[in-house]
């Protein structure tokens, strides 16, 4: 079954850098874009990127241009996403998720995976 | 920037009744509209995808509809289950952004 799995959660100072993986299985890894999602503590969803794992093309949302890289490694069917500069408003559950076969337009995410929490403090 | 607006942000209701819960973007998102449902702890499932279309393994309570700037989502037949909190997403155009979520309760 198709299936995400990111890596453990991270407690960083002010600052520093997070990578976090997402590693894909029971698809064809290169035919659906990947997305990044996050969730402060108690708070909504938001949008932070978009991967082509074929084309490690990327669109970030403009909030993170600058600060976000995300990458993928097609031997090993893992995508990543690193955060710089890490502030306390960067604490928060990231999600990668997938989008459907061979768009990235008009589309959906599903599944998710389980989330990685992301704890930003001194 | 699209801005998403779900109504209401929290509801009770109880086992058994008709819910609803709406979505407004601030420009049209054609169909381009999905549904997720969190319940606490876990990651977003999607319900709902192209504005009416149910996503494989997702009861048949659950309905969308709508188009351009006004969508709803509906659940025939509340069910205990259901208790979670409910995103409406477009994808129309990028960035992707999220309605702030409908907090469901039974009553």
């Known amino acids: 079954q198709v299936q995400l799995v990111q890596s453990g959660a991270e407690v960083k100072k002010p600052g520093a850098s997070v990578k976090v993986s997402c590693k894909a299985s029971?698809?064809?890894?290169?035919?659906?874009?990947m997305h990044w999602v996050r969730q402060a503590p108690g708070q909504g969803l938001e949008w932070v990127g978009i991967i082509n794992p074929s084309s490690e093309s990327t669109n970030y949302a403009r909030k993170f241009r600058g600060r976000v890289s995300m990458t993928r490694d097609t031997s090993t069917s893992i995508v990543y996403m690193e955060l710089s500069g890490l502030r306390s408003e960067d604490t928060a559950i990231y999600y990668c998720?997938?989008?459907?076969?061979?768009?990235?337009?008009?589309?959906?995410?599903?599944?998710w995976g389980q989330g990685t929490l992301v704890i930003v403090s001194t | 920037d699209i801005q998403m607006t779900q109504s209401p942000s929290s509801l009770s209701a109880s086992v058994g009744d008709r819910v609803t819960i709406t979505c407004r973007a601030s420009q049209t998102v054609s169909t381009s509209l999905n549904w997720y449902q969190q319940t606490p702890g876990k990651a977003p499932n999607l319900l709902i995808y192209g504005a009416s279309n149910l996503q494989s393994g997702v009861p048949s309570r659950f309905s969308g509809s709508g188009s351009g700037t006004d969508f709803t989502l509906t659940i025939s037949s509340l069910q205990p289950e259901d208790v979670a909190t409910y995103y409406c997403q477009q994808s129309y155009s990028t960035p992707r952004t999220f309605g702030q979520g409908t907090k469901l309760e039974i009553q």
């Open positions: 029971g698809y064809t890894f290169s035919s659906h874009y």
């Open positions: 998720t997938r989008g459907p076969w061979g768009t990235s337009t008009e589309d959906w995410f599903d599944p």
